[in-house]
């Protein structure tokens, strides 16, 4: 399943603090059950990965500041890998009342997206000839360095594997849960938490960025193991408490609740667009000759309190054939001064069958080969990802370079 972009973006905090407070917290608070939680956890994992062949996930996160919401999400995704089927449904809302919402579905046959306010369907067919992938859950503990990471876990929480209780579920299962207050929370686990959580929230605009006396205030967790021996509810409480430059306190709170059900129970069916408005999408990754041009993307960093453009990067479809082939060039201008803030600017250009892949290789400003990818944005916009690192053959992770926003808006003459 995969989010759009947009919905990627307005997530990413939500979703970073949750694996966050899953991973340093959920599993650290449930004492003597922790190995078992985490046993769960894999087992849970694991069957979506390969044995469930139909399933619902819903998640809610929201997040505060002194009470005030100032970000909000849903989020709820079918899978069916027998029927090659997936549905995708997204909500956020700001503190501002702005609502941004997508939806996408697809089969073996064909996808059908549409965003927000935008009443258009756009839906894209596959290629008859097309061996087209079944739809799978990317079992997050066998991502490239995982183990690693679970022993640094394991390391950090100490004595906290006592705070827990464990009781027998009603009908089979475990019911786990757990708290800590800030007094309980020990210096070095306070401090890793402090600045991990301090770098997300400060790349966040609709976030107050919180500079100093960054802690832990209170965290609470439950998770809920079915006689089936998977998770299928977890829910996490999150306060952290700082002070922003001019030295105001805010206390930021982020609840999370992440629900599988209907396992082996999920249908899904293609949503009905007869006398919708529907644009026909080629397949090629979306990309036809409407695509060639120029599109530019302002390099910004923050400076003393304020956002600074040092720099622009520019990104070129000088062409898209009929059968999909994609060639363009892409080059990065750092205004003088700022040379130091953003050093080795890229200039290269590319080519790849966007029809097979949306992917290319180029060689970056030390002569080293990087993999890139370019996608379709909202109209008049484009989206590229540079330094791409393949986890495995199903996932990767871009590494772009400090100040990178892989948001291009076309220049229009």
Partial sequence: MKLSKKSITLLSFTVGACLFVTTAFADTLLGSGYDRLKSSAKT??????KDMKNYTLEGLYTLKDNDQTL????????MDT??????DNTVTKTAKGEVASSYSYSDSKRSINKNGTDSTYYVMEYPANMN???????????EKGAQEIEKIVDAVVGGLKDYVQVEEGPEGGKVFSGSLSETQVPAILNAVTSFGVQRMLNNRSEIPAIESDVFVKKVVGSAVENKAGYLENVTGDITLSGKDKNGVQHDLNLNIL???????????????ITGANVEKVNYANGF???????????????KDGKFVKIGERKLEITSVDNGGKVTGKYTET?????????????????????????????KDAKGEQKNGSIHQGAPGKIYAEMNIEYMNKNSYRSNSKLYFDGEFTRVFE
């Fill in 44 to 49: 849970t994992a694991s069957l979506m990965e």
């Fill in 71 to 78: 970000l909000q999400a849903s989020s709820t995704q079918k």
């Fill in 82 to 87: 027998d029927k090659q089927m997936t549905e």
């Fill in 132 to 142: 087209r992938k079944a739809p799978s859950f990317n079992n997050p503990f066998k």
């Fill in 258 to 272: 992440v629900k599988l059900s209907a396992v082996g129970n999920t249908q899904i069916v293609a949503p009905d």
């Fill in 288 to 302: 036809s000759s409407k695509y060639v041009g120029t599109y530019k993307n302002d390099i910004i960093m923050d």
């Fill in 334 to 362: 750092v205004i003088p001064g700022y040379e130091s803030q953003y050093p080795d600017p890229d200039a290269f250009g590319f080519e790849y069958d966007s029809a097979t892949s949306p992917t290319f290789t180029y």
